[in-house]
Nanobody, 116 residues
């Protein structure tokens, strides 16, 4: 079992920045692919970015150039640096840890609100 705790969300003005953090429990953090997803009210959950244990990243096209995912394996932590935020980025941001279909975990999420 892996427990994930997100933090760093809040209210920010359009054009501003936030840095989200997700701390994972366990001793095998390095083998998990970590990801950030988001979900707004009435909308489908969507991919933001993923990063493998070796540091290979993948981004949704709309996030490229604005968001950066990174990880610190020594701290069991994955980060999401969000720049040039837009009102449409407003959502609950969720952290995930994936190893297999039977080892797929989610955090509770952290709210990000971007004002006009």
């Amino acid at each position: 079992q892996v427990q994930l705790v997100e933090s760093g969300g809040g209210l920010v003005q359009a054009g501003g920045s936030l840095r989200l953090s997700c701390v994972a429990s366990g001793s095998m953090f390095r083998v998990y692919t970590m990801g950030w997803y988001r979900q707004a009210p009435g909308k489908q959950r969507e991919l933001v970015a993923t990063i493998t244990g070796g540091g290979t990243t993948n981004y949704a096209d709309t996030m490229k150039g604005r968001f950066t995912i990174s990880r610190d394996n020594a701290k069991n932590t994955v980060y999401l640096q969000m720049n040039s935020l837009k009102p449409e980025d407003t959502a609950v941001y969720l952290c995930s840890a994936y190893f297999s279909v039977l080892r797929d975990y989610w955090g509770q999420g952290t709210q990000v609100t971007v004002s006009s």
